[in-house]
């Protein structure tokens, strides 16, 4: 609080009323000038500030959330000097301060309807994620996700009204609303405050809507009709000229008092329809992808008393997705006979009740409870096992259609309290801390369809075993505390923070196999007020993050897990080079379930499991073996759990209406946590000791252990007790022995913004982001090769899989501008741009690791080993056994996509006999322009053989398509 003259004003009262549900807040005015009002709601306030002195002075602020809601408010002269001066009119004013806080990079969005209603945009979480800097979308393997700051896209956190409706057991996304149920929204991509954590990447928050003491209703409809939709060039696997992609979908919603400033309800319906057809020119069928499960949600807001309130959010997600295939004959453009069908279901019932009140001028309290209910199911009709082949060069589907079934879920149920205090001691405190537990369960029972999967090779059939199924549990526990100390008149606030999480995980029996104990994150920033003005600011945070172990590796390393392999030759008659039209060696026998008949021994290997319904039989490889194994043989008793360190240094300028930003961000991996299979480490360790038999039992796959990559591993082995007990021993495995090395990802980042506020109709955000991303672990998934099991990825299975991985990451983009605007024409008319100019991708080339006697060569096209011709001035590698030649293609060396440029505009029409209500029309990618974003990056197929597809384009840019909304809005005022 300052007067005209730029001195502080002290003394007298500040009273805040809500507009929308009338209730009303009263702080005083210290000596320093300052006043504060913890845990408001979201919403826009009339805020009256009583001064000695001077004129009574009214004005509005907007309270948003994931943001740090200050402002400085200048009051009139004093009472005497404003009647001698006959002209001052304006008695004060207010000026938000900051956005996200010092420190803190991201985006706030204060009205998610307002920002999507002018400006063209998705309608879907992701987009509005995009539009922070520092993020870029992700490989579209893991679904519509956002990478923010360098991590994966299944290393950040959502919440919704303070429920975390993360994917526990993937990381990738969350179990989130529609857009419309939104009322406020914010990214936080660096500078992360202590109460924000299990992340490597950012936090996505969200508000929803709430009720007011105004009575409201309303629809909003868009549809994006195929008609309007352009296609991408056809690519080798993808027929896009067939493709036809439409979606509609409508909001209905209430909203009003119940009691009249004291219970209020906002209610949504949301119906609505997609469907998407594509032809898959490998497999030779036709997709066709819909859904028309609707959603619901419903806020209750009520108001105890002043500073007491309570609030109940519920919203059901629950959808299925509905997969149909028929055959489709590229030569003649014809859909033939259905093949079958696979329904997969997500989703579920979720809610959230939070107590807000506040004791004392100094003090409020909060307290949470909620769930998160997240179907996982799976199923195909007819059951079918798949065949796949790479006879023909290219690894496609042959026979059968969808590789497995699945049923379960996954529930989290979480308790957390939250304290606020403002205290005086050496400069004004607000220190904030908080607990939080999230009990976290997943159901899971998994298998091939038809009870196998096969591969056909020129020289011999794989077939796979997968069955695993149980319960399993674990939990996540946190405490945070985090002081916000201003010092100097406020030119210089403080902001130490320190989180501790502790992880812990539990396998199929129960037993607990990984406690993480204390994890200890600093958070520590500072910013500088440079001149006294709340104009100019310098910035600078130290941070460490911390990402949990997910419920996937309870599943596969804590369960009792069944999954093998085993190799034949072809029967007799059967020539593979002689195939049928679908791509069938002529001869081969299958069972109404598509297994294969007639198969024999198989021809090499080891012993299978002895619980495998082929037990007794040779294996070629055993990943699983269908018992559960002890919990110290599963993870290496010094397991840590992941983390990043993070620094950033910025400077900030506001001038009016407009903000400038720079900033320098910092992230560098500290620690990784996956999956490696410690065989040959185990025989050294056997042959070292002098342990008879090792050699028969770790096969090369026997043992997977949870460790830290570079470190040493301390676990039980997994051997045969009856031929020396020393087998099942507890062993020291080091570094050395295991020989691989530590995992690095190396971020660093240059962001340049400007924005300036929607205001007098017209509103400009832009910005440009530097990345240089650099490592030899992308994170808890893999794009190169799809792989989506966070913290299993292969890259630290087998020693070779790290030979040329350290290189250029998938995820980096070196140059990224973003351009987000919108323009009022006249009273009624408006127009938006989105511009989105980006650098980019790197790839590499993925084949067989050049010694076939290598552990390794057994992970087929998985290594950066490739015989394309292309790469014959590389490195070369031979076999020592055949001598075939391959070469070492580091990752990301390989080529280059094309530079990513794409506008998106919109124009807007208000209807204004009906305050709020619109039409509107959005055209996405206008220019039609056509970036290859995507390609085939396997330089061999599994079988070792040149893939003829590599460095082939599989996706582009999405096209130019078309959205109409029609917005009709009642009981808005009519304030434009």
Known sequence: MQRADGTRAEGGAVTLRSEAQGFTRVAAVSRDGSFRVAALPIGRYEVTIELPGAATLTDTVTIGAGAVNAYTFTVGAPEAEER??????????????NDLGPGTGGVAIGDVGGLLDRSPIARDQTALTLLAPGTNAGDTTFGSLASLSGATVAENAYYVNGLNVTN?????????????????????????????????????????????NRFKAGALVSYAPDRLRATSPDSYAWRYREHARSEAEANYYVSGPIIRDHLFLYALYNPNSRSETKVNLLDARQER???????????????????????????????????????????????????????????????????????????????????????????????????????????????????????????????????????RLAGAHHVRAGVERESLTSVSDTSFNGGHYFTLMPEYIRRSFSRNAGVWHARN????????????????????????????????????????????????????????DHRTSLFGSWNRYFLP???????????????????????????????DSAGVPLGLRFDARGNMLGLGAATRGHPCPAVAPNAGELCSGVFRSGVKVPTDGLISSTLQPNYTDEWNLGVEQRLGAWRFRAAYINRRLGRALDDMAVDAAAIAYCRDNGIAGCEDVFTGFHQYVLANPGSDVTVRLNGRCDVDPRQCGVARLSAAALALPKARRDYDSVQLEVQRGYADRWSLQASYTYTRLRGNYEGSVKSDNGQRNAGETQDFDQPGLLDGADGILPNERAHTVKLLGSYGIGAHWRVGANVLIESPRHFSCLGTYYDAANFAAAYDNGSYYCAQPRFSARQVFRDPASGRETYLVPRGTAFASDWRRQLDVNAQLDLPRLPGSFVSIDVFNL??????????????????????????????????????????????????
């Open 84 to 97: 001698a001066v006959a002209d001052v009119v304006v008695t004060g004013r207010a000026r938000r301060v």
């Open 168 to 212: 526990f057991r993937t990381f990738l996304g969350g179990n989130t609303p529609p857009i419309e149920f939104y009322q406020s929204f914010a990214v936080q991509t660096y500078g992360l405050p202590a109460e924000f954590g299990r992340v490597l990447g950012g936090a996505v928050t969200a508000v929803t809507k709430s009720g007011s």
């Open 289 to 423: 992808k819909s859904d028309r499960s609707p959603f619901f949600g419903a806020k209750v807001d009520a108001v105890i008393s002043d500073g007491q309130r309570l609030e109940a959010t519920f919203f059901r997600n629950r959808y299925t997705d509905h997969y149909r295939y028929r055959d489709f004959d590229a030569a003649s453009d014809r859909v033939g006979a259905a093949i079958g069908g696979v329904d997969e279901t997500h989703g579920g019932n979720n809610f959230v009740v939070t107590y807000h009140g506040q004791f004392a001028p100094w003090l409020s309290l909060s307290g949470s409870y909620g769930e998160n209910h997240d179907a996982g199911e799976h199923e195909a009709d007819p059951e079918l096992a798949v065949v796949t082949s790479t006879l023909s060069g290219d690894t496609k589907i042959v026979r059968g259609y969808d590789y497995y079934r699945s049923a379960g879920g996954d529930t989290r149920r979480f308790y957390r309290a939250d304290a606020d205090a403002h205290l």
């Open 477 to 532: 526990e946190s405490f945070y505390v985090q002081d916000s100390w201003s010092l100097l008149g406020d030119r210089l606030t403080l902001q130490p923070g320190l989180r501790d999480d502790r992880f812990s995980n539990d396998a199929i029996d129960g037993a607990t196999f990984f406690r993480s104990g204390d994890q200890w994150g600093p958070r520590l920033g500072a910013a500088l007020d440079v001149f006294g």
């Open 549 to 579: 172990v997910s419920t996937d590796i309870d599943v596969h390393l804590g369960g009792a897990g069944l999954n093998y392999q085993q190799d034949f030759a072809y029967p007799a008659g059967v020539d593979p080079r002689v195939v």
């Open 927 to 976: 220019l039609g322009l056509a970036a290859r974003t995507d390609y085939n990056e396997y330089g061999e197929n599994r079988a070792g053989t040149l893939d003829p597809h590599y460095g082939l384009p599989l996706e582009y840019q999405p096209p130019r398509s078309v959205r109409l909304t029609l917005g009709v809005r009642l009981g808005e005022r009519g304030d434009g």
